[in-house]
């Protein structure tokens, strides 16, 4: 990790606050393509996940949007409380689990809430080249909630994007299915809370799996950790047995015992963790595998176990 200046920190809606990033001597900064994030260790020593929301092209600076979550673990009240302009910030080289793959007719956004981060720099970068068509469809609670929405609505993004207020309730939630109804070629990109992204991934059920791709920094699983119930997980190779506590991953339970997996976005959506299940029924959460997948994979990050013990194969 390198440590970077904060040149900007403004806030853009109600809650959320744009961070710019530069190198203290005036370098460029490592390149980085669209959908990419950054890891930033905030002030108070937590690291945390924040997407690039800017053009790919400005290597002189990074731009993030971090939504200051009263309920959370302090990381994003610690950045925005805590840091000044001015201030040094260890930031990690970009990482990318969300990009622009394949070669689709046309690219459909699906944002939601603060979501709009990775898929802004998507935009900024289409617009810049001149690349595939788009069509963004943003939904927010409320205008004042809303990041980027004066840029968003600017006169040229008419036609390629579509915000949408749903003032809090179910009734107004803007449908989809018109959107996704018929593949006709698209890639769909979605990043957004949990329940926007599973409904997405109820109603492209007969897109190709690799044409539907998800993301989300946040952490959040179906179900509660006050629903989890303790197991065990089994390594074919070794035959060591670790315990799973509720509460933990099965991710954290073999980290603690010394066990390397990889992993990136620990919410179930970067596909970064995926690893094979040989016995046991999984409790799958993730938004990642296909119904095939499921029979003989698990995400460790956020998936648990529905029997006593799950028979895991790692590729150490």
């Given at each position: 990790?390198s440590e970077?200046?904060?040149?900007?920190?403004?806030?853009i809606?109600?809650?959320?606050y744009?961070?710019e990033?530069?190198?203290?001597?005036?370098d460029?900064?490592?390149?980085?393509?669209?959908g990419?994030?950054?890891r930033i260790?905030t002030?108070?020593?937590?690291?945390?996940?924040?997407?690039?929301?800017?053009?790919p092209d400005?290597q002189?600076r990074?731009?993030?949007?971090v939504?200051?979550?009263?309920e959370?673990?302090g990381g994003?009240?610690?950045?925005?409380?805590e840091?000044?302009?001015?201030?040094?910030?260890?930031?990690?080289?970009?990482?990318?689990?969300?990009?622009?793959t394949?070669n689709?007719?046309r690219?459909?956004?699906?944002?939601?809430?603060i979501?709009?981060?990775?898929?802004?720099?998507?935009i900024?970068h289409?617009?810049?080249?001149?690349?595939?068509p788009?069509?963004?469809?943003?939904?927010?609670?409320?205008p004042?909630?809303?990041?980027?929405?004066?840029e968003l609505?600017?006169?040229?993004?008419r036609?390629k994007?579509?915000?949408?207020h749903d003032h809090?309730?179910?009734?107004?939630?803007?449908?989809?299915?018109?959107?996704?109804?018929?593949?006709k070629?698209?890639h769909?990109?979605?990043c957004?809370?949990?329940?926007l992204m599973?409904?997405?991934?109820?109603?492209?059920?007969h897109?190709?799996?690799?044409s539907?791709?998800?993301e989300?920094f946040?952490?959040?699983?179906t179900?509660?950790t006050?629903e989890?119930?303790?197991?065990?997980?089994r390594l074919?190779?070794?035959?060591e047995?670790?315990?799973?506590p509720?509460?933990?991953?099965?991710?954290?339970?073999?980290?603690?015992n010394?066990?390397?997996?990889?992993?990136?976005?620990?919410s179930?959506?970067?596909?970064?963790?995926?690893?094979?299940?040989?016995e046991?029924?999984?409790?799958?959460?993730?938004?990642?595998?296909?119904e095939?997948e499921r029979?003989?994979h698990?995400m460790?990050?956020?998936?648990?176990?529905?029997s006593?013990?799950l028979?895991i194969?790692?590729?150490?």
């Amino acid at each position: 990790m390198s440590e970077l200046l904060v040149s900007a920190l403004d806030a853009i809606a109600d809650g959320i606050y744009r961070i710019e990033l530069v190198d203290p001597n005036g370098d460029d900064l490592p390149e980085f393509a669209p959908g990419a994030h950054v890891r930033i260790e905030t002030p108070s020593g937590q690291m945390r996940h924040y997407s690039l929301c800017n053009d790919p092209d400005e290597q002189e600076r990074y731009v993030i949007a971090v939504k200051r979550e009263e309920e959370g673990t302090g990381g994003s009240r610690s950045l925005i409380d805590e840091t000044r302009v001015g201030d040094h910030l260890k930031v990690s080289a970009p990482r990318n689990d969300f990009e622009l793959t394949g070669n689709p007719a046309r690219y459909i956004f699906i944002a939601g809430g603060i979501g709009i981060t990775p898929i802004l720099s998507m935009i900024h970068h289409l617009q810049a080249t001149g690349g595939k068509p788009f069509k963004l469809y943003y939904l927010t609670r409320e205008p004042s909630q809303t990041a980027f929405l004066e840029e968003l609505s600017a006169p040229e993004y008419r036609g390629k994007v579509v915000i949408h207020h749903d003032h809090g309730d179910p009734d107004n939630a803007y449908d989809l299915w018109p959107v996704l109804e018929q593949p006709k070629g698209a890639h769909i990109y979605c990043c957004g809370p949990r329940g926007l992204m599973e409904a997405v991934r109820d109603m492209t059920g007969h897109w190709t799996p690799s044409s539907v791709h998800f993301e989300d920094f946040g952490g959040s699983q179906t179900a509660s950790t006050v629903e989890d119930t303790p197991f065990t997980v089994r390594l074919h190779k070794t035959g060591e047995a670790i315990p799973v506590p509720a509460g933990v991953s099965i991710l954290e339970a073999l980290r603690v015992n010394g066990h390397h997996v990889p992993y990136s976005c620990e919410s179930g959506t970067c596909g970064s963790c995926r690893t094979r299940l040989l016995e046991g029924e999984a409790e799958h959460r993730d938004l990642v595998l296909s119904e095939a997948e499921r029979q003989n994979h698990i995400m460790v990050c956020v998936s648990r176990a529905r029997s006593k013990e799950l028979v895991i194969d790692l590729a150490e």
